[in-house]
């Protein structure tokens, strides 16, 4: 775990530069001071042996270390290597099981008696209900009514696991939203609850902790790379929403200057804004996002001239918010991370590409990853790792639908499909 | 800061105490329209109000309860923007001193880059007398407290039912007008009942020798009563008054609602002062 290692200079008193912070209301400061003590003794110390436990129950109930694979089909399509790092295979599907299980273990810890958590896509959402059920804590679920709808599978686990969804009607229905409904509930029940937040996002010490927990992946692939290809990658691809997967991926190498990372966003339908209306057809915060402060931290975002956010878009419920990871903000403001964006129909055709080649159907977030490495694979170098963060099964329909409206090259007859 | 004297240098922090006990009245800017909101001000100053908070629409306000995110959803598909919004305060002339209650990002947005002080030279412009923020703390208050002590603004922070001890202590030790006292957990919204933490909060404050107002939940002259009679300056009142405007069948009678139910608050408020055969608040 990168806890071990010495601690960044960026990642102080809680701000990345001049990004993170805790703008948040003043009921919850108590709670955020309570957090931070835990994670310091906790996460970082070690106190109570925390972090052994973490990482049992991480490998007996969570399967890892997830493999680094080499994608042989992909690796001769683009003539050099490309490894694809598994987290597709963490139990649940993605990679949130990492940040949800070392939460719920330390709400456990602090003495809290109830969870509850925010998502998106589902996959955070299941994460933690699938972690409240193994260590027996009562969880409720806020998700955006849009998102409800597109991700049918993981309502159906979540309640499964034993957890309350409680779909939130709220503008356009997605993470932004769901986020201020889980707040909201937070500030009543401050005392008892702890707040399992799904990215690297909100105030201090979220960013930082989940990042933390998160972290496995990069460590994990900066061990497996040396042993498979016996040096690091020239480049390590991820795709961001929030930026958990990101910062976890990335955070092994922030100090390797020789690694490229490249935070592969949410381009939707366009890269452009209509700020009279609003809405930002696309999720891609850090490629076109200006600073401000959103859900507690100060960080880039998509926003009118005014202040007001504007509602983003993905194909992916995934990566569809207006905010991302302070840290991944700061990141890229100093050059270390390059910011990229591809499209619905290259992530479509990423999606489709994969599971024909390689027999591995990644998520949606997953794919826009893939979208750009057939894009750009030419400047990615001779050995590149591609974060898989989940699996696309909670995807199918939507990209059933959304395969059939458009002509894509790399998808089946969709008619086959049919009946 | 107080000293104790009768000379005040906040405008807000004269208008509790000299108004004691002091009626704080909340409404969003822009529901309905920048217009209506004129008119209902105007209400709630003839109605008896001693300060008067007006909300600038955030899109994403994680404070508030369903009734003023409703409010504060209408003022924005009204189109009310930070410019519509100073331009109503520039035009209105009220006998008490007014607030505006915002989040942090609408204030770093006004100019050209992130910054508050743009944002809190066009309010001493406009003639408002302080900055309510409910997703500033204390911690992170340095740049803006800054920018209002230079401009003559009060900046007001709130006290909440799970502020104890040391963070207590450094808050207090910052108040400037009044000390908001949320009187429960929770977001803003109109209750049936006044809740025993508010007793609590106060009774933890009641060694601090500043105005404290209390809100969150305060709804009719029944709870302003019992707030004031449990040691507070003031009391704040929102959803109430928003669930009138939302209410009304037209601009004209959410006016007449405002003013009449300001003046039974500012009566129930008197009523727990002790005031019981206190006279009307005067008439224009």
């Known amino acids: 775990m990168s806890t071990e290692r010495e601690r960044d200079d960026h990642d102080s008193g809680g701000t990345f530069g001049d990004y993170g912070g805790q703008y948040v209301p003043e009921a919850l400061m108590p709670a955020l001071q309570e957090l931070e003590d835990a994670y310091e003794r906790y996460v970082l110390e070690n106190e109570d042996g925390f972090m052994d436990e973490f990482r049992e129950r991480m490998h007996d109930f969570g399967g890892r270390p997830t493999p680094l694979q080499r994608a042989d089909r992909l690796s001769e399509r683009y003539d050099r290597e490309i490894y694809l790092k598994r987290e597709d295979l963490v139990h649940g599907g993605a990679h949130k099981l990492n940040n949800a299980l070392g939460q719920v273990l330390l709400a456990k810890y602090m003495g809290k008696e109830r969870i509850i958590a925010e998502t998106g896509a589902g996959q955070h959402g299941t994460a933690t209900a699938m972690a409240a059920a193994h260590l027996d804590m009562p969880c409720e679920i806020y998700m955006g009514r849009t998102d409800v709808n597109r991700q049918r599978p993981n309502v159906y686990r979540m309640r499964m696991n034993g957890a309350e969804v409680n779909p939130v009607e709220a503008g356009s229905g997605t993470l932004k939203e769901a986020i201020n409904e889980t707040m909201r509930d937070w500030a009543t029940t401050v005392e008892r609850t702890h707040y399992v937040i799904g990215s690297v996002v909100g105030p201090h010490p979220f960013p930082q902790m989940v990042r933390d927990f998160q972290s496995v992946i990069g460590d994990e692939i900066r061990e497996q790379v040396q042993e498979k290809a016996g040096r690091l990658p020239d480049s390590v691809v991820a795709c961001a929403g929030g930026g958990s997967n990101t910062m976890g991926t990335f955070h092994a190498f922030v100090p390797d200057s020789e690694v490229d990372l490249y935070a592969v966003e949410a381009g939707g339908s366009s890269l452009e804004i209509d700020e009279a209306s609003g809405v930002a057809p696309n999720s891609a915060t850090l490629s076109t996002g200006t600073d401000g402060v959103l859900h507690g931290a100060m960080t880039k975002l998509l926003q009118s001239g005014d202040g007001q956010i504007m509602e983003s878009h993905s194909v992916s419920a995934g990566l569809d918010y207006a905010g991302v990871g302070p840290e991944l903000s700061h990141l890229v403001d100093t050059g270390r991370v390059t910011p990229a964006s591809v499209d619905d129909e290259d992530a479509l055709n990423g999606f489709h590409r994969l599971s024909r080649l390689e ?3 990644p998520a949606l977030e997953s794919s826009h990853a893939l979208g750009y490495l057939e894009k750009r694979y030419e400047d990615l170098g001779e050995l590149v790792v591609v974060n898989v963060s989940g699996r696309g099964d909670k995807d199918l329909e939507t990209v059933l639908e959304e395969t059939e409206k458009r002509d894509l090259a790399a998808a089946p007859e969709v008619e086959v499909f049919d009946g | 800061m107080t000293d104790g004297s009768e000379s005040y240098d906040s405008d807000v922090e004269a208008a509790i105490r000299e108004n004691h006990p002091a009626l ?62 100073f331009e109503l305060v520039d035009d209105l002339e009220t006998e008490a001193p007014l607030l505006v209650m915002t989040y942090y990002n609408m204030i770093l947005q006004y100019g050209s880059e992130p910054d508050v002080r743009p944002f809190v030279e066009r309010a001493a412009e406009a003639g408002l007398a302080g900055i309510i923020v409910p997703d500033l703390p ?35 030790s910052q108040v400037s007008g009044f000390a908001y006292v949320q009187a429960r957990l929770g977001t803003t919204g109109a209750r049936a009942n006044v809740s025993t933490a508010t007793h609590d909060s106060l009774a933890r404050l009641s060694e601090y020798d500043v105005p404290k107002a209390v809100g969150f939940g305060v709804s009719e002259g029944d709870h302003a009563a019992e707030i004031v009679e449990a040691g507070a300056d003031g009391v704040i009142v929102g959803s109430a ?39 009307e608040p005067e008439q224009p």
């Open chain 1, 359 to 361: 027999g591995i159907i």
């Open chain 2, 138 to 172: 204390a911690e992170e208050a340095d740049p803006l407290r800054r920018a209002c002590d230079d401009h003559g603004l009060d900046l007001v922070f709130i006290i909440a039912p799970t502020t104890e001890g040391e963070r207590l202590e450094a808050i207090m």
């Open chain 2, 24 to 85: 704080i009245t909340y409404i969003t800017a822009g529901d309905r329209s920048l217009e209506d909101t004129k008119a209902y001000v105007e209400a709630l100053d003839r109605g008896g109000s001693d300060l008067i908070e007006l909300g600038l629409p955030f899109s994403e306000p994680i404070a508030e309860g369903p009734t003023i995110q409703a409010a504060i959803n209408r003022a924005l598909e009204a189109g009310t923007t930070p410019q519509g919004f």
């Open chain 2, 241 to 279: 008054l928003v669930d009138i405007i939302a209410s009304s069948e037209t601009p004209d009678a959410a006016v007449d609602e405002l003013e009449a139910t300001a003046r039974e608050l500012k009566r129930g408020a008197r009523r727990g002062a002790g005031e019981e055969d206190a006279p």
